[in-house]
T-cell receptor, first 113, second 116 residues
Framework: GENVEQHPSTLSVQEGDSAVIKCTYSDSASNYFPWYKQELGKRPQLIIDIRSNVGEKKDQRIAVTLNKTAKHFSLHITETQPEDSAVYFCAASRPRSNYQLIWGAGTKLIIKP | GAGVSQSPSNKVTEKGKDVELRCDPISGHTALYWYRQSLGQGLEFLIYFQGNSAPDKSGLPSDRFSAERTGGSVSTLTIQRTQQEDSAVYLC????FGQGAIGGYTFGSGTRLTVV
């Protein structure tokens, strides 16, 4: 069935270093890939997204890359800061089902001071 | 409104009681989703409404769960005969349909349900 695998489940990096979270999707017809950040006790919020007609998108310290052939996409955070600590969820659009998303299980990112 | 509004923000109920959770989506957003998030876990899809179409109820975990959306706006998620395993944060999200390419969801702050 349709699924999105997300790795790692937990990631601990030193402040200032880069963090990379990877997701793999199963259906090649998926064409939209958002990333959400959920701080402790807060709602998930969209931080960046990418559509299948581009391979990379950047917004300041965050970027997302998409490899359609391999069916995986990654979130890159550079120069990490304490406020980047959160759970990050990836998702892929669910084909043929009216704009639903299939969610990854989440990655807990810990920024060590 | 400016955002997705959910009420109540917290609900403590006794096992076996019924509860109703409310979601008021962003004005003009025709798509509405309910998710459940247990402590430290991911997002579990429950139900999806899109305009006047029949809702996608494929994620509802049992027949104790039901949801309505009146007038294409406010939605109510009802859990009957609550069980302790129903304890979780229930998140509502909405999005604007018909933009061509898919856009992101906007989530509400959730209702934290505790069944004692």
């Amino acid at each position: 069935g349709e699924n999105v695998e997300q790795h790692p489940s937990t990631l601990s990096v030193q402040e200032g270093d880069s963090a990379v979270i990877k997701c793999t999707y199963s259906d090649s017809a998926s064409n939209y890939f958002p990333w959400y950040k959920q701080e402790l006790g807060k709602r998930p919020q969209l931080i960046i997204d990418i559509r299948s007609n581009v391979g990379e998108k950047k917004d300041q310290r965050i970027a997302v890359t998409l490899n359609k052939t391999a069916k995986h996409f990654s979130l890159h955070i550079t120069e990490t800061q304490p406020e980047d600590s959160a759970v990050y969820f990836c998702a892929a659009s669910r084909p043929r089902s009216n704009y639903q998303l299939i969610w990854g299980a989440g990655t807990k990112l810990i920024i060590k001071p | 409104g400016a955002g997705v509004s959910q009420s109540p923000s917290n609900k403590v109920t006794e096992k076996g009681k019924d509860v109703e959770l409310r979601c008021d989506p962003i004005s003009g957003h025709t798509a509405l989703y309910w998710y459940r998030q247990s402590l430290g876990q991911g997002l579990e899809f429950l139900i999806y409404f899109q305009g006047n179409s029949a809702p996608d109820k494929s994620g509802l975990p049992s027949d104790r769960f039901s949801a309505e959306r009146t007038g294409g706006s406010v939605s109510t998620l009802t859990i009957q005969r609550t069980q302790q395993e129903d304890s979780a944060v229930y998140l509502c999200a909405s999005r604007k349909f018909g933009q061509g390419a898919i856009g992101g969801y906007t989530f509400g702050s959730g209702t934290r349900l505790t069944v004692v």
